[in-house]
């Protein structure tokens, strides 16, 4: 049974590592819509994939937070990546299995997945 | 909406838009009185009795991006199909209370659900924020205040993953905990 002093030892162990998180200025934006139309389409698994497989490539330059309606219901679950300085990749339709994809091509190695982008949706 | 969690989910993100920064989400399931009651109470802008009036309307929204709003609407209508109640009551300026009663026994009673996933969702998304999560069965109570963490956490960000971890665990063991009889 976990108790919450527990999370004392977490602490500790937390403040010795240098938080490199904050301070960069290349911080990569991942935004999950989660308004009633992205929670309704599946966006909550697809949010724990991503910060499951953040973790796992220990990628620390990477934020991940939720948005509200983009406006574009019939493509949710929707994930949004800002980079500082390029355009915003919009990316629709999304699954546990895409946001695997998209963490190790996109986040980890700089390579935009366009097939699953909102322009290759909406040919 | 499959799930009542998926429905807490929804609303809470109202919660949130209305610049609350303490969301309470209270589940009590009582076996005796045959009901599963959720509440949400939040500290946010609140509403004036007009839009309070207007927020059932499913043609109701404060967002520009479409002409729905339907969150509210569904979760009125999830439990007044087990032939249970909705009631929602708003101060302007002070916060927003609502909840919603199902009768647990009828067919038409969707499941709660993964209640912790939408927990930690909540708590990863919005680590500033305060989540007072209480669920009750019947005499069993089980609660997370994510106050206390932060305490203990002294200034550690409540999304760090091994937080979020322990977090997964701790709640998921309260949960193991409560529906275990005796």
Redesign the interface.
Known sequence: ??N?????E??D???NKVNIRETNGDNIRVL?G???CG??AGA?PV??AL?EEI?KRSLSNVT???T????I?QYEPVVEIIEPGKDKTTYVNMTTEKALRVVSDHLANGRIVNEFTIGAAAK | MQEISLNILDLAQNSISAGAIVIKITIGENTALDTLTVSITDNGKGMSPLQLQSVIDPFYTTRATRKVGLGIPFFKMAAELTGGRFEIASTYGVGTELSGVFIRSHIDRMPLGDINATIITLIQCNPQLDFIYRHSFDERDFTLDTREVRKILEGVSLDEYEVIVFLKEYLSDGEKELINAN
């Open positions: 049974m976990k919450l002093a527990e999370l004392a977490i602490r162990r937390m403040k999950v989660m308004a009633t929670i309704a909550r949010l724990n910060v973790n991940i937070t939720q509200g309606c983009i406006g219901c």
